[in-house]
């Protein structure tokens, strides 16, 4: 009723599969015959057990009808007692003295069990305690066994007294003791059993030369399970003691990884993985809902009771859902080691790695989290948080991490040579793409996470039988080291001018969007970046989410889909092009408008940082103050009527002494009142709007996120943006640290996603710039005189806003245009 014998027989025969010899009915004598063992076998281990039943030591224990626990369950398995029409007690009351009393029943037996525990603290499982009483077993506590009494050498009584609990002990157990002056009384069972544990037998074990054993009657062994015989090992409860089954188990693998270790020389540790003592199980919710554990299927008492069917069941499918959806710390590693495997070839899981201290040099420190606070005080340690304030506001935390950045570019920055007046940003375009087709297609295998079937190395293989593909292989998991610098390798050795890269990648673009994980980050990283691999030049496919997902649920299906996507991938690759280079103007000064003590912290820092600033006067109260620094220039008596242009390319229009004139920067800051005064024209002949800036609020909808001090105009920054509770030299430095992040530090590259507007197409409507949330957007002088959309490149985000508008089909995409999409729709519908 516990694991029916044909689950053992299947046990044995998995490990007879491994290579095992077992050989049976072959009595091994520990006193002197494992020395003849020793010298037949290069190891030996002792594994067998404690079979001696532990005795009450009291009078009439060998009466007839008194036997232990083992030996007669010994002889129950092997076929010898099958039946006892006998009233009988099994005396204790832990697990094998329950196991002991079920198995009576199933063989006829009216049974009853005497524990000195008062029931509420029998130490067996409460589910054994429920099975016995639902099975008839009757149990008599708070009674102790104190002599067998007998006629003729025959069991006819016990000799009880009644118990107590006592005092609890160290580990807490309270051992039950005599209640004072109880009167002894008697028990009539035609037999009874003794079951109250196992013990050693020294007298087996020890002998001169031999094994030695433990004053408790154990095998004594060492750190390593070395017993006192050379090559003799020892494991499990003839070692430890009695002990559970998983216990056993793992004492046996540490003799097999001992044995090992001695015979073959690999210095294999001897313990064995095991959850880390500083990680704990995460918090359970206080709030969270209690539900009830699913009750396993039990066999009827009617049927179980008459034979040694198997009582438990098993859960239903359902039951093992819902019981799944109870488990709360199934996140937290338990060391099961089962990712290793499922890992495979990768090895990216390292369960045997430890932490280390690492050595980082900095010339500041940030402190962000007051939890982690250091003991070290400094100018080049800033501390990122206010201890006075208790509210909890995302965005004062967020202007106080700016400002922070910016304290620590002024520590730093203050020597390096900064770009100053204005230049050009731009990066070399991509070599041509030659007119010879040397194709590459590489194949991930995503590891094999979702399958993968011979068909699909197959046609994998078949891909080299054309005449422009050089190299088609899988891999196994691209996104890796050693993957794609073998991929890399390739396409230089084979001078491949087209790759198709069929993997989880959907584009090759320097983007990432919603949709990108960091494998596919850091596959297109690994790839397309400091390579001399051109993204041009690269033809991907969402191998993984369009095909390999098919394949557990329709194999052909996800087959032909496998097909046709590096079929079509191969197509576009023939067509691929070089992708733009942007260039354009930038200028590398920041205006600052306005003295008020936002305004000036913002024009310090960018000035202490080695940056350049221009220092102009609002609307209703001219420049009369200047500030001394060699990086700031005052306009003396100035005031700003108006703003043009973005981030870069600025123009401010100022009037000094009566006279307008525009001054190009590349970034600006301002405060509330003048962004609210000052009109912004995103450029000459347009009319004028107001710059936005609004704060999400919980609750409000229609308000897009900015961070604290931006606007709608990039590059343009407020130096004391309202409703936040910082200071105002915490909101200037904020401020200037977001202007220094949009002046350029290296060439731009292309993101290959930007919109591209044709001149000859484009008639001036102007509903892209209104459609256009990024003021990317403006109108140039044509050919004729007229005007036509242009984009800046360095503000274009990809979304496509202008050319779902544009009634002229001028706007498009360079990646995938509207002939590529025409030319898909083709391809589907044929």
């Avoid at 001169?208 to 750190?223: C, F, H, K, N, S």
């Avoid at 959806?325 to 099961?336: A, F, H, K, N």
């Avoid at 023939?574 to 936002?598: C, D, H, K, Q, W």
């Amino acid at each position: 009723y516990r694991l029916p014998r044909d689950i053992l027989d299947r046990e044995i025969a998995a490990i007879e599969k491994l290579g095992v010899r077992f050989q049976t009915s072959v009595p091994a004598d520990l006193q002197s015959g494992l020395a003849e063992l020793s010298k037949r076998y290069a190891a030996v281990i002792v594994a067998t057990g404690t079979w001696k039943d532990r005795r009450l030591g009291v009078s009439g224990e060998d009466l007839d009808g008194v036997e232990g626990c083992l030996d007669f369950l010994a002889r129950l398995y092997r076929g010898q007692v099958t039946e006892i029409k006998e009233k009988v007690t099994v005396i204790g009351d832990g697990n094998a003295a329950y196991d002991l009393a079920r198995a009576l029943v199933r063989v006829g037996a009216q049974v009853t069990i005497v524990s000195w525990f008062p029931e509420d603290l029998i130490p067996a499982d409460p589910e054994e305690v429920v099975a016995a009483r639902e099975e008839g077993i009757v149990l008599i506590d708070r009674t102790q066994v104190i002599g067998f009494v007998g006629d003729g050498g025959r069991l006819e009584h016990l000799r009880c007294v009644p118990t107590q609990p006592g005092q609890p002990d160290a580990e807490g157990i309270a051992w039950p003791v005599p209640v004072p002056g109880g009167k002894p009384f008697e028990l009539a069972f035609q037999r009874a059993f003794v079951a109250i544990g196992q013990a050693g037998d020294a007298a087996a074990l020890a002998s001169p030369g031999g094994l030695r054993a433990t004053p408790r009657g154990y095998i004594a062994v060492d750190e390593a399970l070395c017993t006192a015989v050379a090559g003799v090992y020892a494991a499990g409860d003839a070692v430890t003691g009695p002990s559970s089954v998983v216990r056993a188990m793992a004492s046996g693998r540490e003799a097999a990884r001992a044995v090992h270790r001695k015979l073959s020389g690999e210095d294999l540790p001897l313990g064995f993985t095991s959850r880390p003592n500083e990680r704990d199980f995460c918090t359970i919710p206080a709030d969270l809902p209690t539900l009830a554990r699913s009750h396993m299927p039990e066999r009827q008492v009617s049927a179980r009771s008459s034979g040694f069917a198997e009582v438990a069941l098993g859960l239903t499918e359902t039951q093992v859902l819902a019981e799944s959806s109870r488990c709360l710390q199934c996140g937290v590693c338990s060391e099961c080691l089962q990712c290793v495997d499922t890992c495979g070839p990768v090895a990216a899981i390292r369960h045997d790695d430890h932490g280390a201290e690492l050595v980082e040099q900095a010339g500041v420190v940030i402190v962000a989290d007051p939890a982690l606070s250091l003991g070290i005080k400094g100018d080049d340690v800033i501390r990122a948080y206010s201890t006075k304030t208790a509210r909890n506001d995302s965005y004062g935390m967020m202007l106080r991490g700016f400002a922070a950045a910016a304290e620590a570019m002024q520590i730093l920055g203050g020597g390096s040579q900064r770009l100053k007046g204005h230049g050009l940003a731009f990066a070399p375009p991509d070599p041509q793409l030659t007119d010879e087709l040397r194709l590459g297609v590489f194949v991930c295998r995503c590891n094999d996470s979702l399958g993968w079937v011979e068909a699909l190395d197959t046609y994998v293989g078949e891909l080299r039988n054309r005449p422009e593909v050089l190299v088609a292989d899988t891999v196994v998991s691209a996104c890796t080291p050693d993957a794609t610098a073998a991929m890399v390798r390739t396409i230089r050795e084979k001078n491949l001018t087209r790759v198709v890269l069929a993997s989880c990648v959907c584009c090759p673009l320097d983007f990432v969007c919603a949709a990108c994980t960091d494998q596919r980050s850091r596959l297109k990283d690994a790839l397309l970046n400091a390579t001399g691999i051109s993204r041009a030049m690269v033809e991907t496919c969402n191998l993984r989410g369009e095909a390999l997902r098919w394949l557990e649920e329709d194999e052909a299906f996800a087959v032909e889909r496998f097909a046709g996507l590096l079929d079509r991938s191969i197509s576009r690759a023939r067509m691929l092009r070089v992708l733009p280079a942007p260039a354009r103007p930038y200028n590398f000064a920041t205006a600052v408008i306005g003295v008020s003590e936002a305004a000036v912290k913002s024009a310090m820092t960018l000035a202490d940082a080695g940056m350049e600033v221009f220092l102009f006067g609002t609307p209703d109260q001219p420049l009369e103050e200047t500030l001394d620094h060699p990086n700031i220039r005052s306009f003396d008596g100035s005031s700003v009527k108006g703003l043009r242009g973005t981030v870069g390319n600025f123009q401010v229009v100022v009037e000094m002494d009566g006279i307008q004139q525009t001054i190009p920067v590349g970034a600006v800051i301002l405060g509330e009142q003048s962004r609210r005064r000052i009109p912004y024209m995103p450029q000459a002949d347009l009319p004028p709007h107001l710059v936005e800036s609004s704060m999400q609020q919980q609750g409000v909808t229609g308000i897009p996120f900015f961070y604290p001090g931006a606007t709608s105009i990039p590059g343009l920054f407020l130096a004391n943006p309202p409703g936040i509770q910082v200071s105002q030299r915490v909101k200037g430095a904020a401020a200037a640290v977001l202007a220094a992040t949009v002046m350029p530090r290296k060439p731009r590259q292309n993101k290959g996603y930007t919109v591209v507007i044709s001149e000859e197409r484009c008639r001036g409507c102007g509903r892209c710039i209104q459609a256009c949330p990024y003021q990317a957007v403006f109108f140039r002088r044509n050919a004729v005189g007229g005007m036509s959309s242009v984009v800046d490149e360095a503000l274009c985000k990809g979304c496509g806003n202008c050319i779902s508008v544009c009634p002229s089909n001028a706007a498009d995409s360079p990646y995938r245009d509207q002939a590529y999409l025409e030319q898909m729709i083709e391809e589907i519908l044929v």
